[in-house]
């Protein structure tokens, strides 16, 4: 059974920053690969970055040169740091482990930029 906990959202002014985490467990956590997405109210979920098992990363053009994800195997937890905040940023973000799965998803942290 996978379990998936995310949190470290909350209420910034443009231009700041935040630290996500996303706790995993129920499969063997430095095999895989892990997403972090994003829905904003009446959207989709986007997918925002990737983290392989081997460490590589992608992310969305939006995102680019202001989030970073990582990843730390010793403690299950894959991080998204989050700088430079827009308003368009803000949104309900999830973490997908192993990436792609259909029941590896929590139950989402908010994150809200005000202008």
């Known amino acids: 059974q996978v379990h998936v906990v995310e949190s470290g959202g909350g209420l910034v002014q443009t231009g700041g920053s935040l630290r996500l985490s996303c706790v995993a467990s129920g499969r063997i956590f430095r095999f895989y690969g892990i997403g972090w997405y994003r829905q904003a109210p009446g959207k989709q979920r986007e997918l925002v970055a990737t983290?392989?098992?081997?460490?590589?990363?992608n992310y969305a053009d939006s995102v680019k040169g202001r989030f970073t994800i990582s990843r730390d195997n010793a403690k299950n937890t894959v991080y998204l740091q989050m700088n430079s905040l827009k308003p368009e940023d803000t949104a309900v973000y999830y973490c997908n482990f192993p990436i792609g799965s259909d029941d590896g998803w929590g139950q989402g942290t908010q994150v809200t930029v005000s202008s």
């Open positions: 983290i392989a098992s081997g460490g590589s990363t």
